[in-house]
């Protein structure tokens, strides 16, 4: 009998755990057991050749075609070619003085080849690749897999080919016992999971399909419950240490702000709002992304969270990731704020804060002024870039941190801050981030916050109308494209071009695919053409700094009509009177970029359009990406139609090799109601049981499942 933390050398032997350990870093029962099976060939299925890719180690079944020996000229020796075929394709292998497989090599028998998969001169091939026959001699060894209907298909590496993991794996179940399952009973009971046993059976040698299915809900369970577990306890340390509560006041410059709001709070931002409160006002310190795109109105809330700490009589921190947005904050709260931000300055209002702006490149005066105001406590906001809080800046009573994510903000930065509290004490931290994400990304990448999101955007956004131009399947298109641009510009609004490149590059010819427009191509191409007699500017990156500027200028003066430009608009360009915006090439772009893009527009009263020109056809999935673009303007669901097109190896990395990875059989995609369910579950326990300590089983199952350095990547990446 053996458990899952025996001694995998004396259940297959010091070879086999040797070149397991080698090959594919599988040292113990428990992780060759949960070495999963990538897929399962049916029994007299063959392999569909088509699938395979270039450079992958593969391992098909399929039945050899044909064989052939002969001598090499150049070479003494002997080439043994062999032909294997699924039936429509064939794939070449070749082995080099191994004269002697030609007697087991017969034509019409079938196998599994495993190999890394190349080309040569057009005909795909594996090299000396490692097989395993189904012939009646060999099936002895092998029997018990040949026999079963469903043959499980290891991740594999080179030295330790499929049917040797199928054969240890055998091995081990043959004797498994396990003694405790890691999984409350009451969980198991709940969502009708089967034992960790029965599903380790399950998964590596199914009785059926439904059997398969049921072991790997289980597994994909405990996938989900070891992630949320580690990320529930380190939400659980975090808000266990001590904070300041920075409860509402009456009557304090909060409301005095709410007040004067020209406008009223939309649900979602009053939702969050009364949440961020009630956080602030507890002892412990707030933890929460706040998710909400450009103009969903993150400032406003985040404003009166700070406002809400000023009147406790502490201090709010915002930090931006450029001095340029720094100081593009500091100037929008001020302007918010109106009189209640001009503390000391004539015209203050009566119980008015400081908005301070505090950056690295100011002079050696304002600088000296600004950590004054921030070390006195006379600045209840101070705005700077990450170095704020890195740097030696004193705070009097910092309570709130917000940052203001363009990029991703690692754990250790997060940490930093949270060590910037007077005393003992943590600040409350709130992170926002204008990317949409899924919500089970979300769940995982930014695991340790709590999140809130803005999906509702405030009334009077003029609506972006978007469509896709398909210019190899209808030209004319393009023609009515440059005519609305004309149209537009003819009422006396603005249009910006966009292409993938500048057009400086020296040119590559690499690749069959034709190189992506250029700003520096198109731009005098339509001003001799279709948008002749127009004014335009053209705008990229590697422009001198001066140039750049006196452009943008031009263009927001409305001394230009058409802005010819590379995805420098992205950022920070705002010309409400733009309202049209052509996308060249528009397949080279991706879908959170195009949205990201098309915002540009449609930021005054007048609706916005969106032409996104492309030469790829219908029914690729390029174009389902543009479809995807033109059917909605809600940025959350285009990040889930974006994983839904993604390979999702994309996004926590390959899986698909033999390594060691967190998430083998659990989709962030197809797994959402697992993974909330879990984040729930593991919630609660720790609630009950931080240290785990009556749950042995489930600390074990973390370590035995979780990667620690997968985990630090899940939450770097
Ligand atoms: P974000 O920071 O998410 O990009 P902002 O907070 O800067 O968005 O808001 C964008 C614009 O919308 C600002 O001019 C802001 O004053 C305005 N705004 C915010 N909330 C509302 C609302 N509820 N109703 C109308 N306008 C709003
Ligand atoms: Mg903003």
């Known amino acids: 009998m053996t458990n899952l933390r025996a001694d995998l050398k004396l259940v297959v032997g010091a070879a086999t755990a040797k070149a397991l350990a080698k090959g594919l870093k599988i040292e113990t029962v428990s992780d060759l057991l949960r070495h999963y099976p990538r897929r399962y060939a049916e029994r007299g299925q063959l392999t569909d050749i088509a699938g395979l890719e270039l450079g992958e180690h593969a391992t098909v079944m399929a039945r050899i075609e044909r064989v052939n020996k002969r001598r090499m000229k150049a070479r003494s020796g002997t080439l043994l070619e062999m032909v294997i075929t699924d039936g429509k394709r064939r794939l070449q292998c070749t082995f080099f003085n191994q004269a002697w497989r030609e007697k087991e090599l017969v034509p019409g028998k079938n196998g599994l080849f495993a190999g890394k998969v190349t080309a040569f001169r057009d005909v795909l091939q594996l090299a000396n690749p490692e097989y395993e026959l189904f012939d009646a001699d060999r099936q002895a060894e092998a029997m018990d897999d040949f026999l079963a209907e469903i043959i499980p298909v290891y991740p594999a590496a080179q030295g330790i080919p499929t049917w040797v993991i199928a054969k240890a794996v055998r091995q081990v179940l043959d004797v498994l016992e396990v003694d405790e399952d890691p999984m409350p009973i009451e969980l198991l009971a709940q969502y009708g999971l089967p034992s960790l046993e029965s599903a380790l059976r399950g998964i590596h040698r199914p009785s059926g399909w439904d059997a398969l299915n049921s072991a790997r809900r289980r597994l994909k369970w405990d996938e989900a419950m070891a992630v949320q577990l580690i990320f529930a306890q380190r939400r659980h340390s975090l808000v266990s240490r001590p904070a300041k509560a920075c409860p509402h006041t009456e009557g304090g410059i909060l409301d005095a702000f709410d007040k004067r709001l020209p406008f009223a709070l939309t649900s979602g931002q009053q939702e969050i709002g009364e949440e961020i409160a009630r956080d602030l006002s507890t002892e412990h310190p707030m933890n929460r992304l706040l998710q909400g795109e450009v103009g969903s109105g993150k400032t406003v809330v985040a404003l009166r969270a700070m406002l809400q700490v000023v009147d406790s009589g502490r201090q709010a921190a915002m930090l931006a990731p450029t001095e340029v947005l720094a100081a593009q904050h500091a100037r929008s709260l001020r302007e918010m704020l109106g009189d209640l931000g001009q503390a000391g300055e004539l015209g203050g209002a009566e119980n008015a804060t400081r908005v301070t702006l505090l950056t ?358």
Not at 492 to 514: L, M, N
Not at 543 to 559: E, H, L, S, T
Not at 565 to 591: H, K, L, Q, S, Y
Not at 669 to 695: C, F, H, M, T, W
């Open 360 to 717: 690295g490149s100011m002079g050696a005066k304002e600088r000296k002024k600004a950590l004054l105001e921030t070390v006195s406590g006379e600045a209840g906001i101070v705005v700077g870039t990450h170095a704020l809080i890195q740097d030696t800046v004193s705070f009097a009573d910092l309570g709130l941190v917000v940052v203001d994510e363009q990029h991703r903000f690692g754990v250790e930065q997060r940490d930093a801050l949270r060590s910037r509290g007077s005393d003992e004490t943590s600040p409350h931290v709130l992170v926002m981030t204008a990317t949409p994400i899924p919500r089970t990304v979300a769940m995982t990448v930014y695991g340790d916050l709590e999140t809130s999101a803005l999906r509702v955007m405030p009334a009077g956004r003029s609506p972006i109308k978007t469509s896709v131009v398909p210019v190899a399947e209808r030209p004319a298109w393009l023609d009515r494209a440059w005519q609305r641009v004309r149209e537009e510009c003819g009422k006396g609004h603005q249009a910006y071009i966009v292409c993938p490149r500048i057009g400086d590059e020296p040119a590559s010819d690499k690749g069959d695919k034709r190189p992506a427009l250029a700003v520096l191509d198109v731009a005098p191409e339509l001003a001799e053409g279709p948008l002749k007699g127009l004014k335009i500017g053209a705008l990229h990156g590697r422009m001198p700094a001066d140039d750049k500027d006196a452009v943008m200028q031009a263009f927001a003066k409305g001394d230009l009509d058409v802005l010819v430009a590379t995805t420098v608009i992205e950022v920070g360009v705002n010309v409400p009177n733009a309202t049209a915006m052509v996308i060249m090439d528009a397949d080279r772009f991706g879908i959170s970029q195009l949205h990201q893009l098309r915002g540009r527009v449609g930021r005054g009263s007048v609706p916005g359009l969106c032409l996104l020109v492309t030469e790829t056809l219908d029914g690729t999935t390029t174009r389902e990406r543009l479809a995807a673009v033109e059917s909605t303007t809600d940025g959350f669901e285009l990040s889930r139609m974006d994983l839904e097109l993604r390979r999702e190896g994309d996004i926590l990395g390959a899986a698909q090799s033999g390594k060691k990875s967190t998430l083998k059989l659990l989709s962030l995609l197809q797994d959402e109601e697992v993974i909330a369910e879990a984040r729930a579950r593991a919630s609660e326990i720790v609630e009950k049981d931080p240290a785990l300590g009556n749950y042995l089983g489930l600390a074990h199952m973390i370590a035995d499942v979780v990667d620690e350095d997968r985990v630090e990547y899940l939450e770097k990446s």
